[in-house]
């Protein structure tokens, strides 16, 4: 969507499925992925969506979904991490891409890049290895050259975020994960609801209006699939604050 993108209406979560990125929507982005912290007040948030959507709500981020629901400390919470390849249903089920051997190899190359450049940090998630480089802006380009030669080597995905790579297992997104959980039965009669902030959410967005919903879109104005948009995490989470005492 091009041009001014309004800001959602508070009764846009009635009768919602709701599908929340975290870093970057609940949380701000910090200088270190393991830097993040949960308060009170969002987790009491997660606690309260959940009682008033009878569990319509799910988080999807491309962090692990273990650390995810660390992070939270809620259950039962339905969490999807590494970007759609892995569920952890509030009922206890739980499912995962295999993970490719080639990460092994990929791991020792990111490791060694990071070692000659300081302040590049290498993630180890389940099912990829990422390069972060918020803190060394001036490595972008070899981060991102190296993602991308390892990527195609290797036959994996390569996930563009804010300020880092990350070469991946292939076969799903955020959007792949909106409609597997679209097909539940625990989401199926809600309208999906997909709130995010990174290109990496846009597949959500897509999906989320496939299927006869929104997307909004959490930080500055930029294209999108999204509908709506709030200007950042602490707007997000007033208007989320507001739409539950919308519902009834």
Known sequence: MHGLVPAPPANLLRDASLFLDFDGTLVEIAERPDAV???ERLAGLLSLLF???DGRIALISGRPADEVRTLTGLT?????GSHGMQFQWADGRRSMAPRPAALVDILQELRDLAARLPGVLVEDKPLGAALHFRQAPDAEATCIALAEGLATAHGLTLQFGKMMIEVRASGGDKGSAVRTLMAEPA????RPLFMGDDVTDEPGFTAAV????????VGPERTTAARYRLPGVGEALRWLEAACKDIS
């Open 210 to 217: 496939a299927l006869g919903g929104a997307g909004v879109l």
């Open 76 to 80: 039962p919470l339905t969490i999807v």
């Open 187 to 190: 989401f199926a009669s809600g």
């Open 37 to 39: 912290r949960v308060d």
């Open 51 to 53: 009682q008033k959507l």
